[in-house]
């Protein structure tokens, strides 16, 4: 694949790690393969998992559009345009899931570009607002981006283990933030994957009590490892009857649909179910709401200033993901493997495996 020549205001990064998102898997589904489904046109399933380690063309519905994955990945700036004032050559820099946006709305102005009102440009799956043509991840080696949409990566953190705060760690981050998480502030995180991990981590760093709330009893040692105080199991009637009222903040991480209401019920008064993972149209008993006046509320990615204070937080804090570091041409394993829920807690690509011999 090849990445648009630098624009004024562009910086070209060498992508060293890319984080292997939930959204990557769906956006394979979405591009007609890797799915477990049988529906599939003829060729779309190999031409996507191709697309997970080369660029590929999709062959469905007669449309050509690629897909690469790919969006929270961290690197080393090779070439800066003209204009460029906030990178030199050879900063280490981060990039997440947006990589570009009007800048002038009341969203942008806010410092919520990822909520602008003409909707950011994504990473990947997304068309680039100057020149029209389709946005391309970071399953690659070279990223080209605009300036503003790239980050800075503090010292201390190591690149690998930092690439999933661009994503997954944003995505908890902000409503963490937002619903002013801190000490004396009780919280519950659902789930324990990619999200919910650094969830646990960030609330814990933020000095809340933490408890994760999880399907499975087994997984106490990895809540108490993380920085939990406690494991609740969401299917032990007894115990969530006696957590009722329990908890001021819940990060619901789980993406899959579910009922909200057994989580509404273990809030304090005036507390917040934060849901972050995508569940289309859910169905609330107002009175579950009324009863408390408890809100619930959702986020999704990241603003630039939230993300550059989240990468210093991390820094400060020695927070980075917990990883398991796989070279590029494995992408295929990690996304099998995801699918599957076998990862703690999130892939990470190596992408130095992608570099042509000069020979
Ligand atoms: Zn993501
Ligand atoms: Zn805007």
Request: hydrophobic residues 40%; charged residues 25%.
């Given at each position: 694949m090849e990445r648009r020549d630098l624009r004024a205001d562009d910086v070209a990064v060498r992508v060293d790690y890319c984080g292997v998102c939930h959204s990557d898997l769906h956006a394979l589904r979405d591009h007609g393969?890797?799915?477990?489904?049988?529906?599939?046109?003829?060729?779309a399933s190999a031409a996507a998992a191709a697309a997970a380690d080369e660029t590929a063309e999709a062959t469905d519905g007669g449309s050509s559009v690629p897909l690469v994955p790919g969006h929270e990945f961290i690197g080393v700036v090779t070439e800066i345009g003209?204009?460029?004032?906030?990178f030199a050559i050879g900063d280490v820099v981060a990039v997440g899931?947006?990589?570009?946006?009007?800048?002038?709305c009341d969203m942008c102005t806010a410092g919520q570009e990822n909520f602008c009102r003409e909707f950011p440009t994504l990473t990947y799956g997304g068309v680039d607002r100057r020149d029209g043509r389709p946005t391309l991840g970071a399953y690659a080696r070279e990223y080209v981006v605009r300036e503003e949409f790239a980050h800075r990566v503090p010292e201390g953190l190591d690149p690998s283990a930092a690439a999933p705060l661009l994503c997954a760690g944003i995505t908890v981050w902000e409503p963490l933030t937002a619903l002013e998480v801190g000490p004396g502030v009780r919280v519950a995180v659902v789930g324990l994957g990619g999200l919910g991990h650094l969830a646990v981590k960030l609330a814990t760093a933020l000095g809340a009590e933490t408890t994760v709330i999880s399907r499975?009893?087994?997984k106490l040692e990895d809540a108490r490892q993380l920085g939990a105080a406690d494991l609740l199991v969401s299917g032990d009637g007894p115990a969530m009857a006696a957590a009722r009222?329990?908890?001021?903040v819940i990060v619901d991480t789980v993406a899959?649909?579910?009922?909200?209401a057994p989580y509404l019920e273990?809030?304090?008064?005036?507390g917040t179910l934060a849901q972050v993972g995508y569940l289309g149209p859910v169905t609330v008993e107002t009175t579950d709401l009324l009863l408390g006046r408890k809100k619930l509320t959702s986020a999704g990615s990241g603003g630039m200033a939230k993300t550059a204070q989240l990468l210093e937080f991390c820094a400060e804090h020695g927070v980075v993901a917990d990883v398991e570091v796989l070279p590029s041409s494995r992408v295929g394993e990690a996304l099998d493997r995801l699918a599957r829920g076998d990862v703690r807690f999130r892939f990470v690509l190596d992408m130095s495996d992608l570099d042509v011999d000069p020979s």
């Open positions: 393969g890797r799915s477990a489904g049988g529906d599939e046109a003829a060729g003209p204009e460029v004032q906030r899931n947006i990589v570009d946006a009007c800048l002038v499975s009893a087994g009222g329990r908890f001021d899959v649909s579910h009922e909200l273990l809030l304090a008064l005036d």
